[in-house]
């Protein structure tokens, strides 16, 4: 696969297509079989309250993993991020009913750099409070 934007066409303040990622306690169940991180705080919610969380949240990983969707499927190929990056600041806090909550992402080309690369910033919130800051990728365009 090749990114399917093309590097001219791409100016420094270009929005890609925001997008919002439901996160419920199945969600993270199926995450922790998957990537074998089963840390109680993360599905227990008697657990976590004991360790001073609010309640059961989100790996980091998992919302790293969700954010940067935005940007593989504005490039059409996962291959073209280069590099990825992120700092945890607030953690998504997951209620255990069925609607579990959001994380809503929006990212904008930040820098065009050589080589036909671009620098994408990206906003992750849950609940309007910020969740991922620096959340930074370096993209290879066509």
Sequence with gaps: MAAKI???????GTELPAQTFPVTRAALV???GASGDFNPIHW??????????PDVIAHGMFTMAEAVRVVTD?????????EYGVRFTK?????DDDA??????SAKVAAKL??????????????GQKVLGM??????LA
């Design 135 to 140: 959340s930074r990728a370096v993209v290879r």
């Design 44 to 53: 227990n919610e008697r657990f976590a309250r004991q360790v001073g969380l």
């Design 6 to 12: 093309a590097f001219d066409d791409v100016e420094v």
């Design 74 to 82: 504005w490039t059409g190929d996962p291959g073209a991020v280069v």
């Design 114 to 127: 050589e080589d036909g690369l671009v620098r994408v910033d990206l906003l992750a919130t849950c609940g």
């Design 100 to 105: 579990g909550t959001a994380v809503e992402v």
């Design 91 to 95: 953690p998504v806090v997951v209620p």
């Design 30 to 32: 199926r995450y922790a």
